[in-house]
């Protein structure tokens, strides 16, 4: 049975399982953050966007200092305060140093140790 | 070759994202050209539903003067503003903390560029706030010093004692000065934003000391930045009355360039005049904490234009700085002294009335509203006219602190807005309110 890997249906199970070929496949970005905050995850879609390379990236503090537009009340607070979250919200983020109109998917849940955060243009 | 000049870019983006300010730039309208994420995590959450797109349009409801100095700034290029303070939280901020406090500069680099950065002082702000507070005290404590004026003053406001360093200090011979009502020798700057002196002393009265500074003149001329504590006289024979109060004046040497220009900036908006965020919440905290202390009423007013977006849109800003201008003056000119009237953002207004009480501010929010109506604003297209909508808090004890009077004043402000504009609310129109 083909399960759906679309931005607004994914399950943070299929994601954790998707190999990475298949997950850097992705029509939107994928980035996934250990319990510190630091980069485990990173997509090549979510690399393209914010114009990085991922090798520089992954193992840096996620909200201090690759995404800390997403560091407020709004984004990181949320995965603070809450263990278990499958939230879309839209967003405003500065890929490249731009105002970008962007749709967030903020996905947190106990049983898996990295949270996600997927990112659709 | 290109393939260092892609690594450069990358590594200039890894910068400019791990920026700990706040860096955007913009053109003329506001419309942001480049903006780094730390800016981004400051704006988004107060631009509410209008454009992320553009600066202006997202500090419309903070800091709606800084289109303001941007517009008046007549150079080509140059400092615009530098550290200018804006007051993100009115009453407390989110969980309990100092409310949030932005420091915003803005240097003009070309007709048509200019950079903004915004950095969070905070933290900065709220130490300010204690550790102006314990030199106060500390200057209590050592006001024996000879440079130091000290004025004694009986309940009933005449001066009964004055050393020789206030002779030193104002210029004034002693023999001019004891004797003499407070206040025909302490002049107070109530245009700068100081109490007026009898709501100093009682201030004083109620929580032991109340501290002004002042410009002040010597019997020279001469100006000098005046310190002044005022704090209640702690003798008396037991009996919970006022026993009179010390006033310990000093003269602190300060920059004359920094002057009232300074504190008006700090205190007031730049385009209407009328007191900003910072001034207004401060008011409103010290009145609460008045109301919390002797139960006299209080009671708060909200105001805002009906169909503002349409005057920008249709006759543009310059049009509606005027109505905001020409509504601010209309509305100053009924108030009393002691009432304030602030700018909240874009078109909305706040009216803190002291020792009034909730009916005495609707008849008040009903005369501004018939003044507002009647208001004619000459534009290019010919006479305009505009209304605004009003609702109106009392202090309760259900609901007497800052953050619930205004939402409670918001929810009426709503609901007049709702049933058609051009009235006051007052009262949840649930009929079971009886």
Redesign the interface.
């Known amino acids: 049975m083909a399960v759906s890997t679309a931005f607004d249906d994914i399950e943070i199970g299929t994601l954790v399982a998707l190999p990475e070929a298949e997950r850097d496949a992705l029509p939107y970005g994928v980035t996934g953050l250990d319990s510190e905050g630091l980069v485990v995850v990173y997509s090549a879609a979510e690399a393209r966007m ?4 991922r090798d ?1 990236v992954i193992g840096q503090p996620y909200f ?11 984004v990181a607070q949320r995965f603070e305060d809450e263990t278990e979250l499958d939230e879309t919200l839209p ?4 890929l ?4 970008t ?1 962007v749709r967030l998917r903020l996905l947190a849940t106990s049983s898996e140790p990295l949270n996600y955060i997927l990112i659709e243009r | 070759m290109s393939e260092d000049l892609a690594r450069d870019h990358e590594q200039l983006l890894e910068f400019l994202y791990a920026c700990p300010i706040g860096l955007v730039e913009f053109d003329p309208t506001g419309a942001i050209l480049m903006i780094n994420p730390n800016a981004m995590k400051h704006l988004l959450p107060l631009a509410g539903p209008r454009d992320p797109g553009n600066l202006f349009a997202m500090l419309q409801e903070c800091a709606p003067e800084l289109r303001n100095l941007y517009d008046d700034f007549a150079k080509d290029r140059g400092t615009i503003c530098d550290g200018h303070r804006i007051a993100v939280d009115i009453g407390v901020g989110r969980r309990g903390t100092d409310p949030k406090v932005l420091a915003c500069t803005l240097v003009k680099l070309a007709p048509d560029r200019a950079i903004a950065t915004f950095s969070d002082i905070t933290v900065q702000v709220g130490q300010e706030r204690r550790l102006r507070q314990t030199e106060t005290w500390f200057g209590s404590l050592i006001s024996g010093i000879n440079d130091y004026a000290v004025l004694s003053i009986t309940a009933d406001g005449t001066i009964d004692g004055v050393n020789d360093a206030f002779t030193r200090q104002s210029g004034r011979p002693t023999e001019d000065v004891a004797g003499q009502p407070v206040d025909r020798i302490l002049k107070v700057d109530m245009a700068a934003g100081s109490p007026s002196l009898c709501d100093q002393l009682r201030l004083a009265e109620r929580d032991g000391w109340y501290l002004d500074e002042s410009w002040q003149q010597r019997t020279t001329g001469e100006r000098y930045w005046c310190q002044r504590l005022f704090a209640a006289r702690p003798e008396g024979d037991g009996v919970c009355q006022p026993k009179g109060f010390f006033v310990v004046l000093r003269d602190v040497a300060r920059d004359e360039s920094d002057t009232s220009d300074l504190r008006r900036l700090l205190l007031f908006d730049h385009l209407t005049g009328a007191a900003n965020r910072t001034h207004f919440l401060q008011m409103f905290e010290r009145e609460q904490r008045r109301w919390q202390a002797n139960r006299q009423p209080l009671s708060l007013i909200l105001l805002d234009v009906d169909f503002f977006k349409a005057v920008n849109d249709l006759h543009g800003h310059p049009t509606g700085d005027v109505v905001l201008k020409q509504l601010s003056q209309v509305c100053s000119a009924m108030l009393r002294p002691s009432d304030l009237f602030a700018r909240l953002g874009g078109e909305e207004f706040a009216v803190l009335l002291p020792d009034t009480a909730l009916d005495e501010a609707v008849a008040m929010a009903d005369r501004l509203r018939a003044a507002v109506a009647a208001m004619v604003i000459a534009t290019s297209d010919g006479p305009l006219r505009i209304t605004a909508s009003f609702g109106c808090a009392t202090a309760t004890e259900a609901c007497a602190s800052v953050d619930g009077m205004i939402g409670l004043a918001d929810g009426h402000l709503y609901a007049a807005k709702h049933a058609g504009r051009n009235r006051v609310h007052a009262r949840a129109s649930i009929p079971d309110a009886a």
């Open positions: 914010a114009g990085l390379d520089t201090d200092s690759v995404a800390q537009c997403m560091n407020n009340f709004m967003y405003v983020l500065t490249r140093m731009r105002p109109r």
